[in-house]
């Protein structure tokens, strides 16, 4: 497996900043070199032009045998970790998101395909037209476009390696409730061979935290910083005194920052890919944070601290990210029942009976807080509220699927065990078709309509 690792990483890397930029280029070059010497009449039996357009040719046909053998090696790889792991005991072959970076690894496969079928048939079509006619060559300057359009594919990004892939994992399912916020969330996010490692994660800050908190405390620190440090809100000093805070030893700041499984700057990345793929949820984390930064006196006299976000627009069939933040603000544990009606979508009604466990910290008396205060204790800045706010709260994930196309509304009410409401909203999402589906339809039209104008043609004619 090593040997096909570092073979993959060496084709890679050529694809990366060579294969795939050259493979543009010279589909261009040549394409224009055949199309003025179409325009000027040349013969395609010429030498001077045959020993011109040879040597990019072979290239461009060599370029896109690499480019195909990258994502076969990459198939290869992925069968032999996935051995390797079942041998040694831990089947990840049945991990939830291994089947779908499976499938990334199968598409680029097939897409790497038809580069190479057309940069092969197109030479192979250029050689003919030396000796047979104008047309063949005129068929390779079709083709070459054609692969032109493919290497230059819309928005379409082209996975070169493992790493990549893995970077650009999009997950299969989402949880239902996240009950430890911050944690569950990073597990949704990571690809299914990091998750493994979580546990690894855990078990190194645990050694490393102050006793009287708990993991999550640090873990939701943690995250909470480096998002605000994503945005520019802290800087790097601020983050470690944050951290400083909750953690033995200064030193150990250092140490889980540069983790090779959850560091700082892989973290980073996370909420990168968060933020693309469940907006609402970061949405949620900047308006907790304005309440405690701005309503610290409202925040402080809730019972209940309840917020809602859903995505505003979606495509049909796909899934709305629909969320309900709670947070039980009173020193004893709390159940709420939370109610949800979404017309258009499926299931279109539902509800869940939460458990919310008891504040286990002290709310400051302040009125208003410093975003960051290294003398304050750790619930005395807003950073370490939040963080400990978080590391209470619970998270309700909808499953709301669009079905129909138009404006619907989502309305959410959660209500204590008595049946008091203590909290409701309604949001408007516009669901549309994708393009993709679009297109799709506009094709099925094209075939009767064709049949009928044919039919039409043969009566008149």
């Known amino acids: 497996m090593a040997e096909t690792e570092r073979m993959l990483n060496t084709i890679a890397s050529y694809n990366r900043s060579v294969g795939f930029i050259s493979i543009f280029v010279l589909t261009i070059a040549i394409s224009s070199i055949v199309s003025l010497a179409v325009f000027l009449g040349i013969e395609p039996t010429a030498t001077v032009l045959f020993w011109i357009l040879l040597p990019p040719w072979l290239v461009l046909v060599t370029d896109a045998f690499l480019l195909f053998l990258d994502p076969l090696l990459m198939e290869h790889y992925l069968e032999e970790l996935m051995a390797e792991k ?3 005991g831990l089947p990840v072959d049945a991990l939830k998101g291994v089947r779908s970076i499976e ?11 038809i580069i190479l079928l057309m940069a092969s048939l197109s030479f192979l079509m250029f050689l003919a037209g030396v000796t047979w006619s104008v047309l063949c060559l005129h068929l390779s300057m079709i083709l070459v476009l054609l692969l032109l359009a493919f290497t230059s594919i819309g928005k379409r990004k082209y996975y070169y390696g493992p790493d990549e892939i893995l970077e650009a994992y999009e997950p299969e399912v989402s949880p239902v409730v996240l009950k430890s916020v911050i944690y569950d969330f990073l597990s949704y996010v990571l690809d299914p061979f990091t998750r493994l490692k979580l546990d690894e994660f855990k078990a190194f800050v645990n050694e490393r935290r102050k006793p009287e908190l708990s993991f999550g405390d640090v873990i939701s620190k943690m995250f909470f910083l480096m998002y605000l440090r994503e945005q520019g809100t802290i800087n790097d000093e601020v983050v470690k005194a944050e951290l400083e805070e909750v953690l033995k030893d200064p030193s150990h700041v250092e140490e889980i920052g540069t983790h090779p499984v959850l560091g700082f700057r892989y973290l980073r990345k996370l909420i990168s890919r968060g933020r693309r793929l469940v907006k609402s949820f970061f949405i949620l984390l900047d308006r907790l944070y304005v309440d405690v930064y701005d309503n610290l006196p409202e925040f402080r006299g809730k019972e209940l601290y309840a917020d809602f976000e859903a995505d505003r627009d ?5 899934t709305c990210n629909a969320l309900v933040l709670l947070y039980n603000n009173l020193p004893v544990e709390k159940k709420a029942r939370i109610y949800y009606e979404a017309e258009g979508f ?18 400051p008396e302040r009125d208003r807080l410093p975003v960051h205060d290294r003398e304050a204790p750790d619930t005395g800045d807003v950073v370490g509220l939040v963080s400990r706010v978080l590391d209470d709260a619970r998270v309700v994930w909808l499953p709301l699927v669009a079905r129909d196309v138009g404006v619907r509304n989502i309305s959410v009410v959660v209500e204590d065990e008595d ?3 203590l909290y409701g909203e309604s949001h408007k999402v516009c669901v549309h078709y994708s393009l993709t589906s679009v297109l799709r339809a506009l094709l099925g039209y094209v075939g009767p309509a064709a049949g009928l104008i044919s039919y039409v043609l043969r009566i008149l004619i």
């Open 419 to 421: 049946g008091t409401v």
């Open 314 to 318: 979606v495509e049909v069939g796909s």
């Open 86 to 88: 079942r041998k040694s």
């Open 346 to 363: 499926e299931p279109s009604f539902g509800s869940f009976l939460i458990t919310l466990p008891e504040r286990d910290f002290e709310l």
């Open 103 to 113: 499938e990334m690894a199968r598409y680029e496969l097939k897409y790497s395909g």
